[in-house]
Nanobody
Framework: QAQLVESGGGLVQPGGSLRLSCAAP????????MGWYRQAPGQQRELVAS???????SYVESVKGRFTISRDNARKMVWLQMINLKSEDTGVYYC?????WGQGTQVTVSS
């Protein structure tokens, strides 16, 4: 099964922005719900955002108004635009699809 590959993480100051990308070269991408999870240090993974095949989105309360999930079915890509980042957004962010998880990308929000 094809692997999901995330990119775009890094170190950013509070209030900054990052855009995470996920390449998902799977045959059923256009029919699949895709999502972004994150795992903060010492915490369990939590679902941050998800997007259905036709573009309906859902967010955890803590990121509403700051994060935007989007997708391009033709390119088999998913993005997570994050603005006004806070220290509590720090963690490893994982792209998730019908066949499993990517390897994760680290996001660190610190001054």
């Amino acid at each position: 099964q094809a692997q999901l590959v995330e990119s775009g993480g890094g170190l950013v100051q509070p209030g900054g922005s990052l855009r995470l990308s996920c390449a998902a070269p799977i045959s059923i991408f256009s029919k699949s719900v895709m999502g972004w999870y994150r795992q903060a240090p010492g915490q369990q993974r939590e679902l941050v955002a998800s997007i259905t095949s036709d573009g309906n989105t859902s967010y955890v309360e803590s990121v509403k108004g700051r994060f935007t999930i989007s997708r391009d079915n033709a390119r088999k890509m998913v993005w997570l635009q994050m603005i006004n980042l806070k220290s509590e957004d720090t963690g490893v962010y994982y792209c998730v699809g019908p066949y499993g998880w990517g390897q994760g990308t680290q996001v660190t929000v610190s001054s």
